[in-house]
């Protein structure tokens, strides 16, 4: 197979819950966010917003995610306490808001198209979703660790609320920092049980 740093760097990258309490510098942040927005974008939208928390808001956050674990049984109590201890350790948190502006946009050029809003908001998802990929991918490039927490869609209207967002679709929350230790790589599934090749 063949390879080069972009493919060592997706080989390499894991997610990583429990972050060392070094800081990142703030050029690496400046970097993963323009990797963010680098990434494609159904229409060019770019309808993405990425908030960088730090601190006191940072703490609130983990506050929040482990008050709130005790409202669920398992196994998404133990997630939501998994996800607040990760905030809490790493020096800075992403937070990935989508705006709608994709879902406006289609909605309007495509005018009764049926399930349009439902079709732009799916691209709108995938959309940011390429731009988390790219962040997870910048970061592991730069010697960082991170991990995306998708359990928190369980409380998106709370987060939403703490993070001062008024109109949009929480996506996703990373943690970013470096790795207190090395994770172990997970099993990946054999090409030949995902591949199928047609001619
Ligand atoms: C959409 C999405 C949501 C995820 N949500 C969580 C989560 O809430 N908590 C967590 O610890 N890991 C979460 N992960 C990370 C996965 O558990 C992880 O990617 C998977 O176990 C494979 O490990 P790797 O990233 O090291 O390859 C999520 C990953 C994705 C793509």
């Known amino acids: 197979m063949k390879s080069n740093e972009t493919m060592r760097t997706i080989e390499a990258r894991r997610s990583t819950r429990t972050f060392a309490s070094r800081d990142i510098h703030e050029d690496d942040i400046i970097s993963i966010l323009k990797a963010a927005n680098q990434a494609p974008s159904a229409h060019n939208k770019q309808s993405w917003r990425f908030i960088v928390i730090r601190g006191a808001r940072k703490q609130a956050l983990a506050s929040l995610v482990s008050e709130r674990a ?29 705006t709608g502006e994709l879902v406006k946009h289609g909605t309007r050029s495509f005018e009764g198209v049926a399930d349009i809003s439902g079709l732009f908001r799916t691209m709108e998802i995938q959309s940011s979703a390429a731009a988390v990929q790219n962040m997870l991918l910048a970061a592991a490039s730069l010697g960082l660790a991170s991990v995306w927490l998708g359990i928190l869609c369980l409380i998106t209207e709370d987060l939403l609320m703490l993070l001062g967002v008024h109109e949009g679709e929480f996506m996703a929350v990373v943690p970013i920092g470096y790795a207190q230790r090395k994770s172990a790589a997970p099993r990946k599934k054999p090409l030949e049980n995902i591949v199928s090749y047609l001619s």
């Open 70 to 98: 005790g409202q669920f049984g398992k196994p998404s109590s133990t997630l939501l306490r998994m996800a607040a201890r990760s905030i809490s350790s790493a020096p800075v948190v992403v937070a990935v808001v989508n």
